[in-house]
C-alpha cells in the first residue's frame, strides 16, 4: 500500500525532542499521574495498590466500562455500547477508514485539516475530493461548493471541528448543514473532534454524532485531556452498521487498549469538569497572550482563533515556510510547524496550549528570528 509520507508528524518526529521553546505542540499542557490525582482528588495510592493486584490479562477486549461510561458522558445521546476504543485518535481514524472505505467510494475531505482525513482513504483507493477551506471564510466550510463536490455515490464527508491547523470553530447550524448534505446521498460524515470542549467561552462543544445518525465522531485522552501518553482514543457513532464492520476488523488491529490506560483513563473522565476548567484556563489565557503578539508583531497576521489550541499565523518574509521554520529552529530554538506541512505556504502553525513562559520566550524568539533574516537582506 503506497502513502504519502505524513508532513506534520515527520516534521514533529524530527525536531520536537531537541527544541529549545516547543511551540509547536498541540497538546494543552501535560500532567504527570501525580498532578492528575492531586487536580481530580482522589487517592493514588489505593488506585496503584489495587491496580498493581491485577493480572496483566487482555481486560475487557471492547473497551474498560467505566472508560466507556466516562467518554459516553461526553455526549448527548451516545451510549458506551456504540463507543469503539482505539489506540489513540491516530488509531481512530485510521480504524474507520480501514474498516469503511473501499477501493473506488467517493470521500470528501477538507485541506488544511490533519492530513489522516484525506492520505489515508486515498493510499486505500478511494477518490478524495478537496474542500478548500479559505481565511476570508474564517476557515469555514463553503456549503455551496461542498454540494458541488458531493455526489450520488460519496461515501463520506471528512471534516474536523475544532480544526487543526486554524482553530476554527462550526456552529451547530453549520454542522446540522453538513449532516443534511451529507444525509441526501446516505453519507457518513467522519469528524475529527479531539480538542472538542476546548472552546474559548462556556458554548457546549456540539458533536456530529450526536447530530446525525451516521455521524461519527473521533475522540482521545491526549489534547483536551493533557495524556498523550495514555495513547488512548476512541470512535463514537450510532450508526449499527459501522459498529459492526469496526468491530470485525478490530480483531485484526486493535484486540484491546491498555488495562493502564483505560484505568487512569477512567479517573480522568469521571472528573471530566476539573481537567476541563483547568485546560480551558490555560488555552484562553494563552490566547491572549499570542493575540497581543500577532498584534505588536508587524510581519505576522492571522485569523483569530475561536477553539483548540491552534493558530496558522501567515508572515511577510519572502522565504517558504520550511526553510524560515528549520533555519529559525536551529538560530533561535523556537520550534514551529510549517505551513507546507498543511499545504500552505507563507504560514506556520503555532501551538499555545504549553506553559506559559514557554509561549512568551517561543514568541520573542520567532520575532528575534525575524530580526535576523532582515538583517541579512
Known amino acids: 500500500m503506497d502513502i504519502r509520507p505524513f508532513a506534520v508528524e515527520q516534521w514533529m518526529n524530527e525536531y520536537e525532542v531537541g527544541a529549545q521553546y516547543n511551540i509547536a505542540e498541540t497538546c494543552v499542557d501535560s500532567v504527570s499521574v501525580d498532578e492528575l490525582f492531586t487536580l481530580v482528588g482522589e487517592d493514588r495510592d489505593s488506585f496503584l495498590q489495587e491496580f498493581c493486584a491485577r493480572r496483566l490479562t487482555y481486560g475487557d477486549i471492547t473497551g474498560a466500562p467505566a472508560f466507556k461510561e466516562g467518554v459516553a458522558?461526553?455526549?448527548?445521546?451516545?451510549?458506551?455500547?456504540?463507543?469503539?476504543?482505539?489506540?489513540?485518535?491516530?488509531?481512530?481514524?485510521?480504524?474507520?477508514?480501514?474498516?469503511?472505505?473501499?477501493?473506488?467510494?467517493?470521500?470528501?475531505?477538507?485541506?488544511?485539516?490533519?492530513?489522516?482525513?484525506?492520505?489515508?482513504?486515498?493510499?486505500?483507493?478511494a477518490e478524495v475530493s478537496m474542500l478548500h477551506l479559505r481565511q476570508e471564510n474564517d476557515y469555514l466550510p463553503d456549503m455551496d461548493e461542498l454540494r458541488a463536490l458531493v455526489r450520488p455515490e460519496t461515501k463520506m464527508i471528512c471534516i474536523?471541528?475544532?480544526?487543526?491547523?486554524?482553530?476554527?470553530?462550526?456552529s451547530r447550524e453549520q454542522l446540522?448543514?453538513?449532516?443534511?448534505?451529507?444525509?441526501?446521498?446516505?453519507?457518513?460524515?467522519?469528524?475529527?473532534?479531539?480538542?472538542?470542549?476546548?472552546?474559548?467561552?462556556?458554548?457546549?462543544?456540539e458533536s456530529v454524532a450526536d447530530l446525525y445518525e451516521k455521524g461519527i465522531s473521533l475522540g482521545s485522552m491526549s489534547k483536551v485531556f493533557s495524556l498523550a501518553g495514555l495513547r488512548l482514543g476512541w470512535v463514537a457513532t450510532h450508526d449499527k452498521a459501522a459498529l459492526a464492520s469496526m468491530?470485525?476488523?478490530?480483531?485484526?488491529?486493535?484486540?484491546?487498549c491498555g488495562l493502564f490506560d483505560e484505568a487512569l483513563a477512567a479517573v480522568a473522565l469521571r472528573h471530566r469538569e476539573q481537567l476541563l476548567k483547568r485546560n480551558r484556563e490555560i488555552i484562553r489565557g494563552n490566547l491572549e497572550i499570542l493575540d497581543a503578539w500577532v498584534a505588536?508583531?508587524?510581519?505576522?497576521?492571522?485569523?483569530?482563533?475561536?477553539?483548540?489550541?491552534?493558530?496558522?499565523v501567515y508572515y511577510d518574509l519572502d522565504v517558504p515556510s520550511r526553510e524560515l521554520c528549520h533555519k529559525m529552529y536551529h538560530a533561535t530554538g523556537a520550534f514551529v510547524v510549517p505551513g507546507e506541512c498543511f499545504e500552505q505556504e507563507f504560514?506556520?502553525?503555532?501551538?499555545?496550549?504549553?506553559?506559559?513562559?514557554?509561549?512568551?520566550?517561543?514568541?520573542?524568539?520567532?520575532s528575534t528570528y525575524f530580526d535576523l533574516w532582515e538583517g541579512e537582506k
Not at 480501514?98 to 485539516?113: A, E, F, K, Q
Request: net charge negative; proline share 6%; with cysteine.
Open 247 to 256: 468491530a470485525l476488523h478490530r480483531d485484526y488491529n486493535l484486540i484491546s
Open 160 to 170: 474536523n471541528n475544532p480544526n487543526n491547523p486554524t482553530g476554527a470553530l462550526m
Open 73 to 125: 458522558g461526553l455526549y448527548h445521546t451516545i451510549r458506551p455500547e456504540e463507543i469503539v476504543t482505539t489506540h489513540g485518535a491516530s488509531g481512530a481514524s485510521h480504524h474507520v477508514f480501514y474498516s469503511l472505505i473501499s477501493p473506488g467510494d467517493h470521500i470528501v475531505s477538507i485541506m488544511p485539516t490533519y492530513q489522516q482525513l484525506y492520505s489515508i482513504p486515498e493510499s486505500y483507493g
Open 296 to 312: 505588536a508583531e508587524p510581519r505576522v497576521h492571522y485569523t483569530k482563533p475561536q477553539a483548540g489550541t491552534t493558530a496558522l
Open 347 to 366: 504560514c506556520m502553525r503555532i501551538g499555545y496550549a504549553c506553559d506559559r513562559d514557554t509561549l512568551r520566550k517561543g514568541l520573542a524568539a520567532v
Open 176 to 205: 446540522l448543514e453538513i449532516v443534511e448534505i451529507a444525509r441526501s446521498v446516505d453519507a457518513y460524515v467522519l469528524c475529527d473532534e479531539v480538542y472538542r470542549h476546548l472552546t474559548q467561552d462556556d458554548q457546549w462543544s
